[in-house]
């Protein structure tokens, strides 16, 4: 069963630094997807962004990005230029589209604090 | 807004009653998911509907719950003779089955409470 590990419960972050989330996973796949949502406290699971395992290239979304690492099975998100706003629980999903299955499996999480 | 909506946002409830959750996807979704997330943990994956089919089901979800998506639109969650442990938040999400990716986009959830 493939599994999605997050070691970092927290984290916290100036506001304008830098900050980087792990995430690993364990699957014997080739093909799959690799999610980051931020659930903001008391507010709705929202996607970050999102990585397709036979793309090389890593994703960029404005601020965020991510640092895909295929045969370590890695996949990291960076945060730039940190705002208060970034501040919530961030979880790594993975989903893999073999055998019709559609559900994804996330991690526990890793709550960013966001100081002013 | 045209989001994902769930009703109640929280229920709270006494251990062997029967509680019941709704979840109404974004129109045009076909897909429509139930996933619970306890406390300090991620969400886990419970069942998913294509249309009214229940196509998938965890092994999470015992007999005491069952869920329906009759005619393709809204889906009911129930649990029948709650336990302490099924205290948790109850998150449903719907896609666009055929869209790249088949993103899920989540609704805020239902807390359970099971006194």
């Known amino acids: 069963a493939q599994t999605v590990t997050q070691s970092q419960p927290e984290m916290s972050v100036q506001e304008a630094e830098t900050v980087t989330l792990s995430c690993t996973y364990d699957t014997s796949e080739s093909d799959y997807y690799l999610f980051w949502y931020k659930q903001p406290p008391s507010r709705q699971m929202i996607l970050v962004i999102r990585q397709e395992a036979y793309k090389q290239q890593n994703a960029t979304e404005n601020r965020f990005s991510v640092n895909f690492q295929k045969a370590a099975k890695s996949f990291s998100l960076k945060i730039s230029d940190s705002q208060l706003g970034d501040a919530a629980m961030y979880f790594c999903a993975y989903r893999s589209p073999q055998g019709g299955s559609e559900k994804l499996v996330f991690g526990k999480g890793t709550k960013l604090t966001v100081n002013p | ?115």
Not at chain 2, 87 to 98: D, E, F, R
């Open chain 2, 1 to 115: 807004d045209t989001g994902v909506s769930q009703d109640p946002r929280h229920k709270i409830t006494k251990r062997g009653q029967n509680v019941t959750f709704r979840c109404d996807p974004i129109s045009e979704h076909n897909r429509l998911y139930w996933y619970r997330q306890t406390l300090g943990q991620g969400p886990e994956f419970l069942t998913y509907f294509q249309n009214e089919a229940q196509l998938e089901k965890s092994r999470l979800l015992s007999d005491r719950f069952s869920a329906e998506r009759p005619k393709g639109s809204f889906s009911t969650l129930e649990i029948q003779r709650t336990e302490q442990g099924d205290s948790a938040m109850y998150l449903c999400a719907s896609s666009l089955g055929w869209a790249y990716y088949n993103e899920q986009f989540f609704g805020p959830g239902t807390r359970l409470t099971v006194l």
